[in-house]
């Protein structure tokens, strides 16, 4: 159907296109039609090239990026996604709630798929997500122990606590939690 709407406005988009574009969209069908207007105005053939040009990547799916790049070591990656959201005007408050939104599933899948042995297609079910969103977050669970996630939760509580009692500076808080992430690593299993 999303081709169909690319079709009638005489647009040539590709397949790998259209799934960039639903993936930055997600389920929000209003700015699908915003991005899928402005992609038929930049052009009569689109490529996927074109989607990551003109299509801006979603706050979650950025907050999803840097957990991953923290959990598989890339920090510098991660602070990269950090400050150049902070260039878009991103409060760094609403990141570490999404940050946390992000550890929080890491922590539900790592429990119930290490701990409790689930498979991920049960895991999915349990946790009403889509099962391949859980497939790859399940890839990363070898590099980080459901108990590393749990501190890793209450260091994000703490920050956020000394943000809002005005201890800490946000933009150096969140960018100094980046930076020193490899700490939790070094914690053993409780």
């Known amino acids: 159907t999303a081709k169909i709407y690319f079709q009638k406005k ?12 639903l993936e930055r969209t997600g389920d929000n069908v209003s700015r699908f039609i915003q991005e899928a207007d402005k992609l038929a105005l930049y052009g009569k053939e689109i490529d996927v090239d074109d989607v990551h040009i003109m299509v801006p990547v979603p706050l979650e799916q950025n907050a999803f990026n840097i957990c991953e790049f923290l959990i598989t070591n890339q920090i510098n990656k991660a602070i990269k996604v950090y400050r150049d959201l ?9 990141l570490i709630a999404l940050l946390a939104s992000q550890f929080r599933l890491y922590t539900q899948i790592s429990y119930l798929y290490t701990i409790e042995k689930n498979n991920q297609d049960d895991v999915a079910s349990q946790l009403k997500i889509h099962p391949y969103r859980v497939k790859l977050m399940c890839r990363n669970l070898v590099r980080i122990s459901y108990f590393q996630l749990l501190l890793v939760m209450e260091k994000l509580y703490q920050l956020d606590s000394k ?8 933009v150096i808080g969140l960018e100094l939690f980046l930076v020193n992430f490899n700490s939790v690593r070094e914690k053993r299993d409780i």
């Not at 902070?86 to 609403?94: A, F, I, Q, Y």
């Not at 943000?163 to 946000?170: N, R």
């Open 10 to 21: 005489g647009v040539m988009i590709s397949d790998e296109a259209i799934n960039l574009l």
């Open 86 to 94: 902070l260039v878009l005007k991103e409060e760094p408050v609403r």
């Open 163 to 170: 943000i809002k009692s005005m201890e800490v500076d946000p």
